[in-house]
Antibody, heavy 120, light 108 residues
Framework: EVQLVESGGGPVNPGGSLRLSCAVS????????MNWVRQAPGKGLEWVAS????????YYGEPVKGRFTISRDNARKSLFLQMDSLRAEDTAVYYC?????????????WGQGILVTVSS | SYVLTQPPSVSVAPEQTARITCGGD??????VHWYQQKPGQAPALVVY???DRPSGIPERFSGSHSGDTATLTIDRVEAGDEADYYC???????????FGPGTKVTVL
């Protein structure tokens, strides 16, 4: 089955760190750019970070630049998001999303999401 | 930073047509994609590159693109179409993906 499954979320104190993982199955991870998108409670979608197939291109949204790091391990079929210096405003459901293989401008497959709660 | 605009809500009676607009500076030069998100679920792609539909998406969903506005049209609306709809672009000048604020579609 083609799917993305996020893990690693949960509660964390402000200033703390968390590492999210996204396990890929049913398709070849190395053929796709990958992304993280988040959604604060009751709010809209916000793009967080993207990584190209060969790690040549990595981009971050302004709110997380310098604090979050996206990475991938194609052999382990996994995508990661290292989140440091977490703030209350980082509280959200974090989705792993796959970029289309032939044109990377949109997200054609999404995980179910994982909740990150930053609170003391 | 690039900003997309959407109406907060659209209400439509069953079997009627819902139109959701997405505005942005020179959006006509960008490829626009649309996602549907039902309560408690992850988003799902319904239209990509302005007018194309992924497999499994009904023909009732269509996209158009003109001037400074992109539009998602849902024909013959059904109760199951109630959801939030988001437009999205890749803004190459800033190397950022951008989502619109979302439109809540309510079926009366």
């Amino acid at each position: 089955e083609v799917q993305l499954v996020e893990s690693g979320g949960g509660p964390v104190n402000p200033g703390g760190s968390l590492r999210l993982s996204c396990a890929v199955s049913g398709f070849t991870l190395s053929s796709h750019g990958m992304n993280w998108v988040r959604q604060a409670p009751g709010k809209g979608l916000e793009w967080v970070a993207s990584i190209s197939t060969s790690n040549s291109y990595i981009y971050y949204g302004e709110p997380v630049k310098g604090r979050f790091t996206i990475s991938r391990d194609n052999a382990r079929k996994s995508l990661f998001l290292q989140m440091d210096s977490l703030r209350a405003e980082d509280t959200a459901v974090y989705y792993c999303a796959r970029s289309s293989e032939n044109y990377g401008g949109f997200f054609d497959l999404w995980g179910q999401g994982i909740l990150v709660t930053v609170s003391s | 930073s690039y900003v997309l605009t959407q109406p907060p809500s659209v209400s439509v009676a069953p079997e009627q047509t819902a139109r959701i607009t997405c505005g942005g500076d020179a959006i006509g030069t960008l490829s626009v994609h649309w996602y549907q998100q039902k309560p408690g679920q992850a988003p799902a792609l319904v239209v990509y590159v302005n007018t194309d539909r992924p497999s499994g998406i009904p023909e009732r969903f269509s996209g158009s693109h003109s001037g400074d506005t992109a539009t998602l049209t849902i024909d013959r609306v059904e109760a199951g179409d109630e959801a939030d709809y988001y437009c999205q672009v890749w803004h190459s000048r800033s190397d950022h993906y951008v989502f619109g604020p979302g439109t809540k579609v309510t079926v009366l």
